[in-house]
């Protein structure tokens, strides 16, 4: 397990500036104003901040960026780095400056002198979340990670600001872990039992088994996780903060390895599909986050944990397998099996839960990727006024969400010959047909939106808040929207 690092909010001291060792940062707003702790630094070094500000480097960077010394003269510090930034910084310039902070400070120890830096707890939040690292397969003996101070006028409201924050972290690593863990490890079983272990956090987490889903008739689910070794399973995290208002149902696709079935997936990138169950993993992330914070609000996680194996008793394509719902499929393709591990999701959500809204994630389409690439998650709703509160929320934590279309023509595209609907719908318009065939599984008036988080949930490259890998995308927006939805009511 990744826990995010410390942070220690204290009074402004600059005398220990000099001993200080490791990586010390100040803060210099555009128009070159040296609060006390610049003035301290460009004393200790002679000149060399007023130096920096002068130059042509600080001219050019924008608020959020810094410049960074390397082995500053009389201080013992490894580093000192000059953060441009205004006093009051949007949230956005906050963050930015957090996260450069992180990178400059790696293993070391980190003393963040910030003085009267509003916002302060955004910083200290984007410097926990750009300092993932997972190491728990590493054999060799990994680093402790040197602590982040943060001096502040305020340290007490600053501590307090944060402790929110702090959860929103540790929920966005619990999914980060569980995304990038690999499919030997994660098991439906291991997945199960680490959402189990919420419970200390006071949610309520029940497990179905195969034979209680069978029962409920959910034989599309099941049948996907026929051809493996692993149990098929539904996780329930049920968290009770609110009054006896109905709760939001988040639901998530928990595919721990997605080898296509036997519609068998080129072996060329299929390691990637250890990556498959990012639905599920954001789901685990935002109730541990909403549990951490003690959210008033009543808001039940319920994910789909199956293993997509080709196996002599694995589902063939042109099987024909009956819905909870009492719908019949016809799998043309065994490789679009997010959608048939969903609809049984969403429809027992509905009916045992009666949620106030439904939100699905799934790193359901190749599609989506291409429409979007990396930068967006595509976002597909019946209702306007929650997607409309979905993408605000987005907007206001930087996590990329771009609202696609639904329509009756493209559910037409489902049509089956021999049963209710097929699986696939074509290679045109692929995204969306799949949230198509969700929706058939979205009582009427129920407010919904689904989430294809396939080109979000991991990418090969750093993001602003994340080094390449597991990005936790959709934790800080889906938290901020229990928030504006649930609890301030
Ligand atoms: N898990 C994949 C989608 C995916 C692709 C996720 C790339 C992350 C990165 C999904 O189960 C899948 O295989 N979808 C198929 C659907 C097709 C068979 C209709 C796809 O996108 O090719
Ligand atoms: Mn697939
Ligand atoms: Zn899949």
Known sequence: MTNPIEISFSET?????????GVVAVTVTPDGKLDPSARR??????GALARVIESDSWEKAKSGDLITLAYPTGMEAKSVSIVKTERRPQVEVARKAGAALAKV?????????????????????????????????????????????????????AAEAYAPKAAVAEGVFFTRDLVTEPANVLTTTEFANRVSALS????????????????????????????SESPSKIAIMNWKGGGDEAPLALVGKG???????????????MEDMTMDMGGAGVVAGV???????????NVVGLIGLVENMPDGRAQRPGDVVKSMKGDTIEVINTDAEGRLVLCDVLWYAQETFA??????????TGAIIIGLGHE????????????????????????????????AAYDKMLKSHVADMKNVGGRAAGSITAAQFLQRFIKDDMPWIHLDIAGVASVKSETALAPKGATGWGVMTLDRLVRDLCEEE
Request: charged share 25%.
């Open 13 to 21: 001291n600059i005398d220990v500036f000099a001993e200080t060792t």
């Open 200 to 227: 200390d956090l006071g949610l309520e987490i029940e497990i179905l088994e195969e034979d209680q889903m069978a029962e409920l008739g959910m034989d599309a689910l099941l049948g996907v996780g026929i051809g």
């Open 255 to 269: 595919v721990v390895f997605d080898t296509g079935g036997i519609s068998l997936k080129p072996a060329g990138g």
């Open 355 to 364: 949620p106030r809204g439904v939100i699905d994630l799934a790193t359901l």
């Open 287 to 297: 109730m541990k986050a909403i549990a951490l914070r003690k959210a008033k609000a």
């Open 376 to 407: 967006n998650a595509g976002v597909f709703s019946n209702d306007d006024t929650l997607a409309n509160q979905f993408l605000k929320a987005a907007d206001a934590e930087g996590e990329g969400a771009w609202r696609m279309p639904l329509g």
């Open 41 to 46: 630094v460009n004393k200790l070094t002679r």
């Open 105 to 157: 400070k790696g293993d070391d120890p980190l003393l963040f002198a910030a003085g009267t830096l509003g916002r302060v707890e955004e910083a200290a939040l984007a410097i926990a979340l750009r300092n993932y690292a997972f190491t728990d397969h590493k054999t060799d003996e990994s680093k402790i990670p040197g602590a982040v101070e943060i001096m502040c006028s305020k340290p007490g409201e």
